[in-house]
């Protein structure tokens, strides 16, 4: 899997190259510096819901590289001062650090920007499937998904009482979860197939995810996860870890790998794949 994973970061890569190449001045290169790097695990799951359902390579490619752009403008807006405040990202100086932040602003826009006209590419194929993709990940993104779990993860930090366990988890549903979400299901809507299956699996597999993220803050180290770490707990945030227990947040991320491969049994052998891809998500350092 860990092949696979490498592969598809090679070829949303080089999609990359060739989408951005029209991009000009410090905007074009922040975002050719924003987009370089990383696991490319959303991207890597839209293509991976694309071959389960037969889609092929050359369709889903476009839906891979826009979730990826969309992800490297929520870290480019996650990275700045007035949230939280970071200098590197993948062991690379962030945009606003790079840059300044007014460049780092408008880069972000533009990655969302972009993120939707590659939903709406012709080579996806019926314009249904592409307005259906592009509105799916409107909501995903927005005011209802990531944005609404980022306000509410800043929130939090000001907050006089810690977030209960109910409601880090539902706000990491939107933060982290709703990306995932959709990029697992990209392909069944492409294939004009039942979403639900994936969806759960990429729910269970969000969570196991930020779960992990926590533990690294927690036990990472910062030149493995190219990223500062402790800060969660410098900030007095509540995360997963300072509720439940380094142990017990650990196999409360077991449970959720545990619960992401069994929604994938519909699919049986086929889904091999996206069930070792669950496991690998808990046993990186970045």
């Not at 905007?27 to 694309?50: E, P, W, Y």
């Not at 037969?54 to 807006?77: F, N």
């Not at 770490?229 to 509540?238: E, H, I, Q, S, T």
Request: aromatic content about 6%; hydrophobic content about 50%; some cysteine.
């Amino acid at each position: 899997m860990l092949a696979q994973l490498e592969d598809a970061a090679g070829t949303i890569a080089a999609h990359f190259a060739q989408v951005l190449a029209p991009f000009e001045g410090e905007v074009g290169d922040a975002m050719r510096h924003a987009t370089q790097g990383g696991k490319r695990l959303r991207g890597f799951l839209v293509l991976q819901s694309a071959y389960l359902h037969g889609v092929p390579s050359s369709a889903a490619i476009w839906p891979a590289t826009a979730i990826e752009a969309m992800h490297a403008y929520s870290l480019i807006h996650d990275d700045l001062p007035c949230m939280d405040d970071d200098a590197e990202r993948r062991g690379q100086p962030t945009v606003h650090v790079k840059w300044n932040e007014a460049t780092a602003v408008l880069t972000g826009d533009a990655l969302q920007a972009l993120a939707f006209q590659l939903t709406l590419h012709p080579d996806i194929g019926a314009g249904d499937v592409r307005a259906d993709l592009a509105h799916s990940l409107s909501l995903g993104a927005g005011g209802r998904g990531m944005v609404l779990g980022q306000a509410q993860d800043m929130a939090a930090e000001r907050a006089a009482q810690p977030l209960s366990l109910d409601r880090i988890s539902a706000l990491q549903a939107r933060k982290t979860g709703a990306l995932f979400e959709w990029s697992a299901a990209a392909g069944a809507r492409m294939a004009g197939a039942d979403t639900g299956p994936l969806i759960r699996y990429a729910a269970a597999m969000g969570q196991a995810f930020q779960i992990h993220d926590d533990v690294i803050d927690v036990t990472g180290d910062a030149a493995a996860a190219g990223k500062a770490v402790g800060k969660d707990a410098a900030a007095g945030k509540a995360t997963f870890v300072s509720v439940l227990g380094l142990d017990a947040a650990r196999a409360r991320a077991n449970s959720f790998v545990d619960e992401a491969c069994d929604a994938l049994s519909v699919y049986g052998a086929d889904a091999q794949t996206l069930q070792q891809t669950a496991r690998f998500v808990i046993s990186r350092n970045s």
